[in-house]
């Protein structure tokens, strides 16, 4: 079964400062038919439901600040946050979606440093 | 505005069952996949099943497989999750979100505890 992988599993920024986690999958993310990597970004806030960051890898979805963005390809992707804010520290997942098992990474802790 | 409201969840015996259920709200349900997704206290998220648009079609992972079933009614707008031969390492809350590109709404979740 595939493998969601991310690194690290915690991480300390200081405020406005960058932050980057990666996340790798055992198979390639990326269909042939469509030229997409089916991998989503997302973010959970303590007593929360996750929401969504960033699908199809890069694609931001509405109303996420564009501090947010996804990079990568096949099997190796980053989720940055340019300018760190008060209001990120949480913990994000990456996800494979739309093919089955939808796995879903272990989890990195953003913290301020 | 789009509601997922989960029911059903609660203190159970390892072996014994439970239904959970999602009241979807504010969209056009049949045009969905839909997922559960639970999550141990103090862990991170799990996928467990999911069902396409008209319910002709489930999966689950493989820690569930056997024991868990996903339906869907879409003239109700609901979608349940019959959970079988429960086991202490099902104790979660279970999040009923809908899939979209990447899961694009999740509920808050209900607690399944499985304990004796």
């Known amino acids: 079964d595939i493998v969601m992988t991310q690194s690290p599993d915690s991480l300390a920024v200081s405020l406005g400062e960058r932050a980057t986690i990666n996340c790798k999958s055992s198979q390639s993310l990326l269909e042939s038919s469509d030229n997409k990597n089916y991998l989503a970004w997302y973010q959970q806030k303590p007593g929360q439901p996750p929401k969504l960051l960033i699908y199809w890898a890069s694609t931001r979805e509405s109303g996420v600040p564009d501090r947010f963005s996804g990079s990568g390809s096949g099997t190796d992707f980053t989720l940055t946050i340019s300018s760190l804010q008060a209001e990120d520290v949480a913990v994000y997942y990456c996800?494979?979606?739309?093919?089955?098992?939808?796995?879903f990474g272990q989890g990195t802790k953003l913290e301020i440093k | 505005e789009v509601q997922l409201v989960e029911s059903g969840g609660g203190l159970v015996q390892p072996g014994g069952s439970l239904r959970l259920s999602c009241a979807a709200s504010?969209?056009?349900?049949?045009?969905?996949?839909m997922h559960w997704v639970r999550q141990a206290p103090g862990k991170g998220l799990v996928w467990v099943a999911h069902?396409?648009?008209?319910?002709?079609?489930?999966t689950y992972a493989d820690s569930v497989k056997g024991r868990f079933t996903i339906s869907r009614d879409n003239a109700k707008n609901t979608v349940s999750l019959q959970m079988n031969s429960l086991r202490g390492e099902d104790t979660a809350v279970y999040h009923c979100?809908?899939?979209?590109?990447?899961?694009?709404?999740w509920g808050q979740g209900t607690l399944v505890t499985v304990s004796s």
């Open positions: 979100a809908r899939g979209g590109g990447g899961i694009d709404q």
């Open positions: 504010g969209f056009s349900f049949s045009n969905y996949w």
């Open positions: 069902i396409n648009n008209d319910g002709s079609h489930t």
């Open positions: 996800q494979r979606y739309y093919i089955t098992p939808f796995t």
